[in-house]
Antibody, heavy 116, light 106 residues
Framework: QVRLVQSGTDLKKPGASVKVSCKAS????????FTWVRQARGQGLEWMGW????????KYAQKLQGRVTMTTDTSTGTAYMELRSLTSDDTAMYFC?????????WGQGTLVTVSS | SSELTQDPAVSVALGQTVRITCQGD??????ANWYQQKPGQAPVLVIY???NRPSGIPDRFSGSSSGNTASLTITGAQAEDEADYYC?????????FGGGTKLSVL
């Protein structure tokens, strides 16, 4: 069955970077794109961007341009999202989803807390 | 503009029909997808494209669209349908979500 398993909770200081992983199984990894969204506590979903595991092409939300990088490793079937120059506003649950246009399966989420 | 507007909260009596709407200019050119999210859980895709249900989604969920408005209809709402619902669409600059609608089943 399709599974996306994300890395665990992370605590970072302001100004640091975080890299969240999303390990896929149960389907052909390189045939899909992967979407990343985040959700601050009590808030709605925010689209961050997506990356094609087929060719590595990525598209990011304008507000995150220059701070976010999404990558994939087809040898391990893992997608990654790195966010730099963290502030308290980046404290949120981060989700990876399978698919770019229509994410249909999601990981369990990774809580990233930014605090001094 | 890349904005999707949803009512913050909607309620429905058990077994009745409810429509959750999503408005935005981008919907004149693109379909909306709909996600259900329960507290502490990841989103679940319930409707995509014109009116398609993923495997395992009950047929009481349906989607429609007219002009700049997309709608998710639940016909015969059940207690387990109480959740937040988000529309999701795109424009030339990327993808985005509506602000979400909290559905209460009374």
């Amino acid at each position: 069955q399709v599974r996306l398993v994300q890395s665990g909770t992370d605590l970072k200081k302001p100004g640091a970077s975080v890299k969240v992983s999303c390990k896929a199984s149960g389907f052909s990894f390189s045939k899909f794109s992967f979407t990343w969204v985040r959700q601050a506590r009590g808030q709605g979903l925010e689209w961050m961007g997506w990356i094609s595991a087929y060719n590595g092409n990525a598209k990011y939300a304008q507000k995150l341009q220059g701070r976010v990088t999404m990558t994939t490793d087809t040898s391990t079937g893992t997608a990654y999202m790195e966010l730099r120059s963290l502030t308290s506003d980046d404290t949120a649950m981060y989700f990876c989803g399978r698919g770019g246009e229509i994410p249909d399966y999601w990981g369990q989420g990774t809580l990233v807390t930014v605090s001094s | 503009s890349s904005e999707l507007t949803q009512d913050p909260a909607v309620s429905v009596a058990l077994g009745q029909t409810v429509r959750i709407t999503c408005q935005g200019d981008s919907l004149r050119g693109y379909f909306a997808n709909w996600y259900q999210q329960k507290p502490g859980q990841a989103p679940v895709l319930v409707i995509y494209g014109k009116n398609n249900r993923p495997s395992g989604i009950p047929d009481r969920f349906s989607g429609s669209s007219s002009g700049n408005t997309a709608s998710l209809t639940i016909t015969g709402a059940q207690a387990e349908d109480e959740a937040d619902y988000y529309c999701h669409s795109r424009d030339s600059s990327g993808y985005f979500f509506g602000g979400g609608t909290k559905l209460s089943v009374l």
